[in-house]
Antibody, heavy 120, light 107 residues
Framework: EVQLLESGGGSVHPGGSLRLSCVASGFTFSSYAMSWVRQAPGKGLEWVSGFRDSGGTTSYADSVKGRFTISRDNSKNTLYLQMNSLRAEDTAIYYC?????????????WGRGALVTVAS | DIQMTQSPSTLSASVGDRVTITCRASQSISSWLAWYQQKPGKAPKLLIYKASSLESGVPSRFSGSGSGTEFTLTISSLQPDDFATYYCQQYEAYPLTFGGGTKVEIK
């Protein structure tokens, strides 16, 4: 059974940093592209960042480019999102999501999400 | 960036109704479109991929159609479990983008 478990969420002041982790199980993690998708309170879904392939090519939404960094450790089956210079508008639930098949960037499995709150 | 526009934003319907949600892309995305269902407090669930292919385990009352810039999600006979918010997503190009969502409410 595929499972994605996020951790690392919490409350932080504007300008602060957080690192989210997503531990994957139930599939060959190294073979799949992965992404982070967020959802602000009461709002819709926003793709944040992702690996386009299993080889390491990354992409970012303009709203987080230069502040967030996605990475992965295939030996630990873990996806990361380093978030720096956080702003109030980054407040959201952050979901880790698995691509259905590398090359087709839609998501067949999602984690439960990690809540990030940026407030003074 | 490819903009995705869903309509309506809210839809009131009764059990047994046929429901149609529209998603429009700002440029052609061929058939690279997915539909998701999200219930409060839960992660999204994949329903449809490649515009019209039903994800395994999804009831056959859900169907998708369209190509290019205009797409529809249809629920042939609305069931109590279907009251939720629905999102489209294009995966033709990065950045990946979602529609704003359609909330299906009980009439």
């Amino acid at each position: 059974e595929v499972q994605l478990l996020e951790s690392g969420g919490g409350s932080v002041h504007p300008g602060g940093s957080l690192r989210l982790s997503c531990v994957a199980s139930g599939f060959t993690f190294s073979s799949y592209a992965m992404s982070w998708v967020r959802q602000a309170p009461g709002k819709g879904l926003e793709w944040v960042s992702g690996f386009r392939d299993s080889g390491g090519t990354t992409s970012y939404a303009d709203s987080v480019k230069g502040r967030f960094t996605i990475s992965r450790d295939n030996s630990k089956n873990t996806l990361y999102l380093q978030m720096n210079s956080l702003r109030a508008e980054d407040t959201a639930i952050y979901y880790c999501a698995k691509v259905i098949v590398t090359g087709n960037s839609l998501f067949d499995y999602w984690g439960r999400g990690a809540l990030v709150t940026v407030a003074s | 960036d490819i903009q995705m526009t869903q309509s309506p934003s809210t839809l009131s319907a009764s059990v047994g109704d046929r429901v149609t949600i529209t998603c429009r892309a700002s440029q052609s995305i061929s058939s690279w479109l997915a539909w998701y269902q999200q219930k409060p407090g839960k992660a999204p669930k994949l329903l449809i991929y490649k515009a019209s292919s039903l994800e395994s385990g999804v009831p056959s009352r859900f169907s998708g159609s369209g190509s290019g810039t205009e797409f529809t999600l249809t629920i042939s006979s609305l069931q109590p479990d279907d009251f939720a918010t629905y999102y489209c997503q294009q995966y033709e190009a990065y950045p990946l983008t979602f529609g704003g969502g359609t909330k299906v409410e009980i009439k």
